[in-house]
């Protein structure tokens, strides 16, 4: 069953991230993936983490013209930064996620560029920090917490563990 729901969730994501369910327009949007994966992981822990970063970063790699396993090798890394939660840096995991959002945007898209500048595509690193890092950034930091209360109430609903322990379904 947590198989069907990280797939389900990462097909969901990986199309309305590449456009397919976005309407159009200059609207800032969240990074779905990297939420998903950090969220995922903040929730239910590294195992579920890794899964959910290598599916939803292959079907992410699937639809980009990017090389090939730049965002699975990007949000592998996000699944660390995200497990912070086990340091206890902050009691309130509202407040974890509104922490590890900046941070895990930024490790994604840190790996993102230095592939894509490997790889010989031309940018400029400060346009693309400034039009497309921080407001990345800007906009998962408050997008988190919402996310964040969804993922809990679909883990709590299924029964998934939470934080090391069986979560109880509502009844």
Do not use: K
């Not at 309305?16 to 327009?25: A, C, I, N, Q």
């Not at 998903?36 to 195992?47: A, F, I, K």
């Amino acid at each position: 069953m947590r198989f069907i729901v990280i797939l389900t969730l990462a097909v969901a994501v990986t199309l309305v991230h590449s456009g397919m369910l976005r309407p159009g327009g200059p609207i800032p949007r969240p990074d779905l993936p990297v939420l998903l994966v950090m969220l995922w992981t903040l929730t239910l822990g590294l195992q579920p983490g890794l899964l959910a970063a290598t599916i939803v970063g292959l079907l992410a790699d699937s639809m980009s013209a990017a090389p090939f396993g730049m965002n699975t090798a990007a949000l592998m890394l996000v699944v660390p930064v995200a497990m912070l939660r086990d340091r206890e840096l902050v009691e309130s995991r509202f407040a974890l996620a509104l922490v590890l959002a900046p941070l895990t945007t930024g490790v994604y898209y840190a790996v993102s560029l230095v592939v894509l500048q490997a790889s010989g595509w031309p940018f400029d690193w400060g346009a693309e920090i400034a039009e497309v890092v921080i407001p990345a950034i800007a906009i998962n930091t408050l997008v988190a917490v919402p996310l964040y209360v969804l993922i809990a109430l679909i883990a709590a609903r299924l029964g998934m563990p939470y934080g090391g322990r069986r979560v109880r379904r509502a009844t």
